[in-house]
């Protein structure tokens, strides 16, 4: 598979659903990635990447930003309040804001930078303990209380479980954005990314894909 095959994937599954062309955003998953297949990805033009740890998009990405123009990074792992101010100096987009503590910080932080990310609240529509993210019940609650310390909440992700059919958690996730008012839907990754786009999907997270399976190290 290639970055051009999954674009074209893409392509027809919007056709498919009858949605606008391009209206889906494909985020490469580059987390755990040797550099060298990631600058393979920039040089065919390709500006949206995905990293799951502050500290490896910080160790990566200001090299790559000197060299290609326009990158759009995406946070999409776990956030840690204080590692809050290095992604948002770093980050574009914030996929993993899933409690009241992490919204008051960011609320402070864009403050004094004067500037946020986009920022997407982490359902957990499987609510599974071990995974992070807000409850179904209580997600309307925290979009709420998002938005009431101004920040910029564009949308939602989840992450569904991994022996659940994906189409009911990305359809509840459709369901949540839309009594909110969000159109923003982060969900599908590299085995269900057309079933996310035919429920919604705005964003697409794609890795393995893309640059063949993660490595152990990144060089």
């Keep these: 598979m290639s970055l051009q095959d999954i674009k074209a994937r893409i392509l027809k599954a919007e056709a498919a659903a009858g949605r606008v062309e391009d209206s889906v955003q494909l985020i490469a998953v580059s987390k755990v990635q040797p550099n060298d297949r990631i600058e393979a990805v920039l040089e065919q033009g390709h500006r949206c990447f995905g990293e799951n740890r502050v500290q490896e998009a910080a160790g990566k990405w200001p090299a790559f930003r000197k060299k290609f123009s326009e990158i759009d990074l995406h946070l999409i792992g776990p956030l840690q309040t ?14 993993s804001v899933d409690r009241p503590k992490l919204a008051t910080t960011l609320a402070r932080l864009s403050q004094e930078l004067g500037h946020c990310p986009d920022l997407f609240i982490q359902v957990n529509t ?15 609650a925290f979009v709420s209380e998002c938005r009431s310390l101004d920040l910029p909440v564009r949308g939602l992700m989840c ?28 969900m599908g990754m590299s085995s269900d990314f057309e079933t996310a786009i035919a429920l919604g999907a705005t964003h697409v997270r794609v890795g393995s894909a893309i640059f063949g399976e993660r490595v152990t190290h990144v060089e």
């Design 126 to 140: 499987g609510e599974e303990e071990q995974k992070a993210g807000v409850l179904p019940a209580e997600a309307d």
């Design 82 to 95: 204080n590692k809050a101010r290095q992604a948002m100096e770093l980050c574009n987009a914030i996929h």
């Design 159 to 186: 992450i569904p479980p991994v022996d659940e059919e994906p189409s009911l958690h990305f359809a509840l996730l459709a369901k949540i954005a839309h009594r909110n008012g969000l159109v923003g839907l982060s």
